[in-house]
């Protein structure tokens, strides 16, 4: 999937400013948790060589559980693309800031699995780097 960038014009409103942009901010993540997939697929095939058979797999079973996740957030993301589909009928500004406000929900939920991420990555990075360094 490729990025959505929507045009902003000068009749533009700024709730329809702030509608487009959380649709492009929207997209991204969608890539970015499309592109995390992929590489917890590849982190946990390089952890699987470089640390054969250890007795303690629990960054491994971390690393299906983020798998999981990020599965599950991605399958959000995308209902609530198909929720945001609805944000043409709007008609007053309460039904534009119900959107808004679900909107700052899902970006802290991603915020948060994000930061999850990466504290994994770091631990990982740490224990291959320690195996590679023996």
């Known amino acids: 999937m ?3 960038y929507l045009e902003i014009y000068d009749h533009d409103s700024d709730v329809d400013i702030s509608h487009k942009a959380n649709t ?3 997209d991204n993540w969608i890539c970015h948790i499309n592109y995390i997939e992929k590489e917890l697929v590849n982190l946990s095939g390089i952890y699987k060589v470089i640390t054969p ?3 303690d797999d629990s960054i491994l079973n971390k690393l299906f559980k983020k798998q999981a996740e990020n599965e599950t957030l991605l399958n959000a993301l995308n209902k609530y693309v198909l929720v945001r589909s609805n944000l043409i009928e709007c008609d007053d500004m309460q039904c534009d800031m119900v959107y808004i406000t679900e909107h ?3 970006r802290r939920s991603y915020l948060y699995h994000i930061d999850k991420y990466r504290r994994l990555k770091s631990e990982l990075y740490s224990i291959m780097y320690d195996r590679l360094t023996l």
Request: proline content about 0%.
């Open 24 to 26: 492009t901010e929207l």
């Open 104 to 106: 700052e929900s899902y």
């Open 2 to 4: 490729k990025a959505q």
């Open 53 to 55: 058979k250890l007795e």
